[in-house]
């Protein structure tokens, strides 16, 4: 009878030992195939994001800016507007700045054609924001103290991006980091269907 258990616990290990190589192939594979998803994926195609906000005027966004003037998005109208929300110690924000900032200066060089630009300053201090432009350069609008400009777009997490017509009305949202391509992109589809 020993003779006989012992057989069983033979046979059933060499079945273990059988299936574990096959079990570790197909993690294997299974991580290698998330990989090449990964480092496929478009790192700064950013998301559109739908939005109830889509279609309709921009929410009220008053706030206190960098330089001490005073935003009012209201005021901007007869421009095309981007808001761009960011916080100091986001990765993706800080992978999408080298973008912004080429961004606004093909727009700056289309004069009064160009889009506004406007970062959002979201839970951050004065103190990190000035560090992070002073150390990675841009020059436009900082909106620091605001009135809960994220809550009113439905912010939940940065980056986002919120394109907003000379009329006031929201067009477009895209969340997650951008490249300044998409931005470009965007913003001509969106010239090109408000010239229709």
């Known amino acids: 009878m020993t003779e006989?258990?012992?057989d069983l616990i033979d046979v059933g290990e060499q079945r273990?030992?059988?299936?574990?190589?096959w079990i570790a192939m197909a993690i294997a594979i299974s991580m290698i195939a998330l990989f090449v998803v990964?480092?496929?994926?478009?790192?700064?195609g950013g998301k559109d994001a739908q939005s109830p906000l889509l279609g309709r005027p921009a929410p009220e966004a008053t706030g206190t800016l960098m330089d001490g003037g005073n935003f009012d998005l209201s005021q901007r109208k007869g421009s095309w507007v981007l808001?761009?929300?960011?916080?100091?110690?986001?990765?993706?924000?800080?992978?999408e700045h080298p973008a912004l900032v080429d961004f606004n200066e093909q727009q700056a060089e289309l004069g009064i054609d160009g889009a506004e630009f406007y970062s959002i300053v979201v839970d951050d201090s004065r103190e990190d924001?000035?560090?992070?432009?002073?150390?990675?350069?841009?020059?436009?609008?900082?909106?620091?103290?605001h009135q809960l400009i994220d809550v009113a777009f439905g912010v939940a997490l940065v980056p986002e991006t919120w394109f907003i017509d000379p009329s006031g009305i929201v067009q477009a949202r895209i969340i997650s980091r951008v490249s300044a391509e998409?931005?470009?992109?965007?913003m001509q589809q969106l010239r090109e269907v408000d010239a229709e």
Request: hydrophobic share 45%.
């Open 4 to 6: 006989v258990s012992d």
């Open 182 to 186: 998409r931005l470009n992109i965007t």
């Open 16 to 21: 273990r030992n059988r299936v574990a190589p």
């Open 83 to 95: 808001l761009n929300f960011f916080r100091a110690d986001c990765v993706p924000c800080i992978q």
């Open 129 to 145: 924001v000035e560090e992070f432009f002073a150390d990675n350069g841009g020059d436009w609008p900082v909106v620091l103290d």
């Open 38 to 44: 990964l480092i496929g994926a478009d790192p700064g």
